[in-house]
């Protein structure tokens, strides 16, 4: 009976932080339960402080205001708590805090070699993380959670990165347990690809979607999976790897040991290290965006050749897994069309019909912040046991 009362609830709740705001008989449609049941839920949700009820007019889902008296609206309370969002890439370190309605109230980032010492990072977003909040004026009781990503494959069951050769400075290190004691909060730890697919499903071009793949393409290439609207991390945490796939027998030797890897031909790393070496200069990721976007013909050569790269390892994917779209993100997703069109026309060449009859692939549409939304709806994902908490302690 428990577990059903609960399951009620987490329909409520996830229907508001989907609408916003909504009536009663909205939340009675949405959820398919009973109007007496979704009456006990609000309530309990109003008495523990957790949601609010205001008059609002009585409208349809397209909108359509009807006569007769206003219903009572319901949205959760966005001051009963707040979540803190941390990225961490190769070169950056990016923290927020948000309320519960999703909302950013404070933001900080700066540039940061991640790479080779976790004791660095981690004192470093401590720092931010006092900041964010102080600019915020949120009290660090308030936090719910600590959303952090990081540019590696994550142990699940230990929360240690996986590999060696992407984060040298982080191996043998329990990331969420250093973040959380130096921060005094509950931290999940997960891949920042999978966390750029998650922001990508709440807020961005993957929304009201279920079956999902996000591409990141920066220094590194990595792919969060979403089935079901759920991530997939594998057994061991290394789901989406697709950087590390082969797509050159023979080619360039990756960091992680091999040969052809996806990322030897089609990161930002790549690439500009060949446009460096055809200019005689040394060209960083955002002036070679900067070249694509002014019509250099070697700098959109170079970024049309990853796409069709990054296609093939596409196509392999979308033949295993079957997504209904595929969201291209990270920086070189800045190049646009120079990047996606080859991209598309490869995946459409080599995937079987059947797995890109109905498929899109899309630009992300939440840039460089994506991985730090993603942060924060990972805690917004798991926010249910908080509700559960305040509504327990209430009841005592």
Partial sequence: ?????????????????????????????????????????????VEAGLAGERDGQASDSDGEVHAGRPPVMVSLNSSAGVALGVDFGHRHLRVAVSDLSHSVLAETWRELDVDHSAS???????????????????DRGRVIGVGMGLPAPIDRSSGMVQDASILPGWV???????ASRRLGMPVEVENDANLGALAELVWGA????????????????????????????????TAGEIGHTLVAEGGPVCRCGNRGCLETLASTRAIAGHMSASRGEEISTRRLL??????????QRLIGDAGRA??????????????????????????????????????RRNAIPSAVESLEIVPGVLGERAELLGALA???????????????SEAG
């Fill in 1 to 45: 009976m428990t577990s059903l009362r609960e399951g009620n609830r987490k329909r409520v709740i996830d229907a508001l932080r989907a609408r916003g705001v909504a009536s009663r008989a909205d939340l009675a449609r949405i959820t398919g339960l009973s109007r007496s049941t979704i009456s006990t839920i609000v309530g309990d949700l």
């Fill in 120 to 138: 660095h990072g981690l004192d470093a977003a401590a720092d931010f993380v006092a900041q964010v909040l102080e600019e915020a004026g949120a």
């Fill in 172 to 178: 043998g290190v329990d990331a969420a347990a250093e």
């Fill in 206 to 237: 993957g929304k009201g979607r279920s079956e999902v793949a996000y591409i990141k393409v920066s220094t590194g290439i990595g792919a969060g999976l979403l089935s079901g609207g759920r991530l997939q991390g594998g057994a061991g945490g």
């Fill in 290 to 299: 900067e070249l694509c976007a002014a019509g250099d013909a070697a700098a």
């Fill in 310 to 347: 990054i296609g093939i390892a596409v196509a392999n994917l979308c033949n295993l897994l079957n997504p209904e779209c595929v969201i291209v993100g990270g920086d070189l997703s800045a190049a646009g069309d120079v990047l996606l069109e080859p991209l598309r026309t490869v995946v």
């Fill in 378 to 392: 990972l805690v917004m994902h798991e926010s249910d046991r908080f509700y559960a908490s305040r509504l327990e």
